[in-house]
């Protein structure tokens, strides 16, 4: 395709959800190199950030530009071939399988706990935070924090297992807070280090391991952002997992990123450079992986606070890049950026959604009232 006929294609496209190249509002695209058009049309979402994460074009608010593209269904609008075969080797291949569940540390967790600690609140969570009262990224994630604690009603003494634990924040809320146990599992070999020191002198175990090695019995379990990590050919077995290591009188708190229609594949630019084998689940999958295993309690969702959650973590990344930028360099800049806000602006738009989701394994006896 020429030249002229790839600009007017994109052209067309975007002024579907009124954006404009070489417009003058904030989320208009300026192209800097014109391989660009070629390479999106070829490419789909895979061009389009890798040519970002090149320097190619530029956007004042990637943000608003990613909620007008989502929010217009751009992308079925432009159906790629490519999908065809994503599709075809996800039916074919578990991409999450045990030999591979390690593979999202290193790639993603590992990469550095400076930048976590310069992006994130002082507790190091890094899932969405809750906004009903809170000003600040820090209130946020505590109320979130205290949110998920109450949900599981915990009491002093309770044996809890924390699911994907992160840097240990959860844990150590959860103990010095509510007076329980806790053992935490992760798969990323810093998160590990970092916790330990963390929870030291405290009733907490951190381990380096998959979900489906657990041992023990526990009175409550939850997961935090980790079910993202589990892929579709899994979702009954990783149920199966927690149903056998929970107490029947115990409760178990899923807070995942979820889809609005199931999908065995996910964004091929996120899966390349963010989260690798990564998939979001909808609603159906998630309940026909909890048949006849747990009873529904609640089912909350909090999508629009992960928007301004991203926001806050993408303002703290900019306003500490010049302590990081000698470590990770203007291409990770880029690549970091595209990813908070293109999230971002996807949860704006309601594409995703983040659900808590409160299961118990035979129904709370006289019912279960959420706390909000």
């Not at 810093?190 to 381990?207: D, G, S, T, W």
Request: glycine residues 6%.
């Amino acid at each position: 395709m020429s030249y002229d006929k790839s600009r007017q294609k994109l052209e067309r496209l975007f002024s579907l959800a009124d954006i404009e190249i070489g417009g003058k509002r904030p989320w208009d695209l300026q192209i800097h190199d014109d391989r660009f058009y070629e390479r999106v049309l070829a490419e789909g979402s895979l061009g389009l950030g890798e040519s970002y994460m090149d320097g190619w074009w530029d956007c004042g608010r990637l943000d608003e530009f990613f909620y007008r593209i989502v929010r217009d269904d751009l992308e079925s609008k432009a159906k790629q071939r490519l999908l065809i075969i994503d599709v075809l080797k996800a039916k074919l291949f578990n991409f999450q399988k045990p030999s591979r569940a390690f593979e999202i540390g290193w790639r993603h967790y590992d990469i550095g706990n400076d930048l976590y600690a310069c992006m994130l609140d002082r507790h190091l969570i890094y899932s969405c935070a809750y906004w009903e009262n809170a000003s600040t990224l820090e209130e946020a994630q505590v109320a979130k924090l205290d949110l998920i604690c109450r949900k599981l009603k915990l009491q002093p003494g309770m044996r809890v297992l924390d699911i994907g634990c992160g840097w240990g924040g959860t844990a150590r809320f959860a103990v010095q807070h509510y007076h329980v146990q806790v053992v935490g599992i992760t798969v990323s070999e810093e998160q590990v280090k970092y916790a330990n020191e963390l929870c030291r002198n405290l009733p907490i175990e951190i381990r380096l391991q998959d979900y489906r090695d657990l041992e023990g019995t526990f009175d409550r379990v939850l997961s935090i952002g980790m079910f993202e990590h589990v892929g579709y050919k899994n979702y009954a077995s990783y149920m199966r997992v927690v149903r056998e290591h929970l107490r029947d009188d115990g409760l178990f708190l899923l807070q995942t990123i979820g889809r609005n229609s199931s999908s065995v594949t996910t964004d091929r630019w996120i899966s390349r450079y963010i989260f690798p084998n990564a998939m979001l689940p909808s609603a159906k999958q998630i309940c026909a992986a909890i048949e006849e295993l747990f009873v529904i309690e609640d089912w909350e969702s909090l999508g629009p606070d992960y928007d301004k959650t991203l926001m806050n973590w993408y303002r703290n990344f900019h306003m500490n890049w010049a302590s990081l930028k000698d470590s990770y360099g203007e291409r990770f800049y880029r690549m970091w950026k595209y990813y908070l806000l293109s999230c971002a602006g996807s949860f704006r738009a309601r594409q995703n959604q983040l659900w808590q989701i409160v299961l118990s394994p035979k129904g709370v006896q006289g019912g279960y009232r959420a706390p909000r």
